[in-house]
């Protein structure tokens, strides 16, 4: 007997492609990713992934594309091995971004990527070459065409606000819409280090300040409410 049910589509979760093909393209890929992860941190409905292969049609296995990073406004924080779009609501991928090595060439990155993106409902493509500082942007327009940005520098993405800058040392710079600068995975670290460190002055400068207090006749409630200090952290230290 044969069977009329359609074979099952498989989905591969690798295209067998390095992230990146060297350290100056794993750094950029990695500060954009992150930095978008933290500017979102705290909105449960933006999905951000670095090097994630996106699926755009059902049961179609062929058509696909792993974006350096990819943003989905509206798609939940979970994790994924591929983004499925019919599993997604339907919702594309709106922003994407791709940092050229290089084994690029600006066909595969302005032309058959650019195809992509704007056959399969990308509304930003931003592309940066960190060798040639060469940085170009594309916005999707009225008619549904991804048109080329006339001028990047200081640019801001409208669907996400993030601000770019290329310096005259040819370095691609972000910012986040209040201003901050995403920062590379070291940094980060050593911004959180500083952090701790100012914290742990700032406790250590009030602590200093209970035994005048206690000298006074205060009691840890009062000593607590003046120097803005948890009162189990006041009894503690006066135990």
Not at 140 to 166: A, H, K, N, T, Y
Request: aromatic fraction near 10%; glycine fraction near 8%.
């Amino acid at each position: 007997m044969i069977s009329s049910a359609h074979p099952q589509v498989e989905y591969p979760e690798s295209d067998g492609k390095p992230l990146a093909d060297n350290t100056l393209q794993f750094r950029y890929i990695t500060t954009i990713q992150g930095g978008l992860d933290a500017m979102f941190a705290d909105n449960p409905q933006v999905f951000v992934a670095g090097d994630l292969l996106w699926y755009p049609i059902k049961g179609d296995n062929r058509t696909r594309c792993a974006p350096d990073v990819m943003v989905i406004l509206g798609r939940p924080k979970e994790n994924r091995g591929s983004y499925k779009q019919w599993e997604e609501d339907g919702i594309a991928p709106q922003v994407v971004f791709e940092i050229a090595s290089p084994g690029n060439t600006l066909k595969e990155l302005h032309d058959t990527k650019l195809e992509f993106y704007e056959t399969y409902g990308v509304q930003e493509y931003y592309l940066f070459d960190p060798d040639r500082a060469f940085l170009k942007g594309w916005q999707r327009d009225e008619v549904g065409v991804l048109s080329i940005i006339p001028e990047m520098q200081d640019w801001r993405s409208p669907l996400l606000g993030m601000r770019f800058e290329l310096t005259l040392a040819g370095e691609l710079q972000l910012y986040t819409p209040t201003g901050e600068r995403f920062a590379t995975y070291v940094e980060a670290i050593a911004q959180a280090q500083a952090m701790q460190e100012r914290a742990e002055r700032a406790e250590a400068a009030q602590l200093k300040a209970i035994p005048p207090l206690v000298a006074m006749g205060l009691d840890a409630g009062a000593i607590a409410q003046i120097l803005s200090l948890p009162l189990d952290v006041v009894q503690d230290y006066l135990n």
